[in-house]
Nanobody
Framework: QVQLVESGGGLVQAGGSLRLSCAAS????????MGWFRQAPGKEREFVASITWSGGVTYFADSVKGRFTISRDNAKNTVDLQMHSLKPEETAVYYC????????????WGQGTQVTVSS
């Protein structure tokens, strides 16, 4: 098992920046690939970004490429999502998730943190 707790959400104006952090506890964090997802009201949860266990490879949704970065610190058991040039339509609950390297799904999820982008 791994427990995930997100922080850093809040209210930001359009065009602004926000940094989300996810703290992990439980099993060895460094063996897990990590991802960020978001769910806007009335919409399905969608992939935002992910990072491999070593941090060497990252993936981003096309909609956030060039504006978001993902990073991890295996010594601190944290993974961060830095978001720039935020848009009102990116208002959502942002979730941190973990999966075993090589597996397809994310069995471990945090409770989410609200990000609200005002126009």
């Amino acid at each position: 098992q791994v427990q995930l707790v997100e922080s850093g959400g809040g209210l930001v104006q359009a065009g602004g920046s926000l940094r989300l952090s996810c703290a992990a506890s439980g099993r060895t964090f460094s063996t897990f690939a990590m991802g960020w997802f978001r769910q806007a009201p009335g919409k399905e949860r969608e992939f935002v970004a992910s990072i491999t266990w070593s941090g060497g490879v990252t993936y981003f949704a096309d909609s956030v490429k060039g504006r978001f970065t993902i990073s991890r610190d295996n010594a601190k058991n944290t993974v961060d999502l830095q978001m720039h040039s935020l848009k009102p339509e990116e208002t959502a609950v942002y979730y941190c998730a973990a999966r075993n390297a090589g597996s397809g799904g994310y069995p471990y999820w945090g409770q989410g943190t609200q990000v609200t982008v005002s126009s």
